[in-house]
Nanobody, 124 residues
């Protein structure tokens, strides 16, 4: 069973920083691309950043480029989203996501899963 546990959310003033972590269990971590999504009130869930299994490829939404950094530690089954220069429009519930790499789909690996979400609030 895939389990993703997020931590690190909270309240911060505009311009501040937060670091979100997600610890995965129940999966062979190196077989999964990892991502963070967010959902603001009244809006659809949107992709924030993704990182490939070996951290070769990392991609960011235009709205967070240059401010957020996503990394993973395969030895600790952890992904970390470092968020700097936070803006009020970054306020949302942030969700960790795991998705098995395409070449392993259909070979008995769980497809992936979602964490429970962690609230990030940016306001003065």
């Amino acid at each position: 069973q895939v389990q993703l546990v997020e931590s690190g959310g909270g309240w911060v003033q505009p311009g501040g920083s937060l670091e979100l972590s997600c610890v995965a269990s129940g999966i062979i971590f190196v077989a999964y691309n990892m991502a963070w999504y967010r959902q603001a009130p009244g809006k659809q869930r949107e992709l924030v950043a993704t990182v490939s299994t070996s951290e070769v490829n990392t991609e960011y939404a235009d709205s967070v480029k240059g401010r957020f950094t996503l990394s993973r530690d395969n030895a600790k089954n952890t992904v970390t989203l470092r968020m700097n220069s936070l803006k009020p429009e970054d306020t949302a519930v942030y969700y960790c996501n795991a998705e098995v790499i395409p070449s392993l789909k259909g070979f008995g690996y769980p497809e992936g899963g979602w964490g429970q979400g962690t609230q990030v609030t940016v306001s003065s």
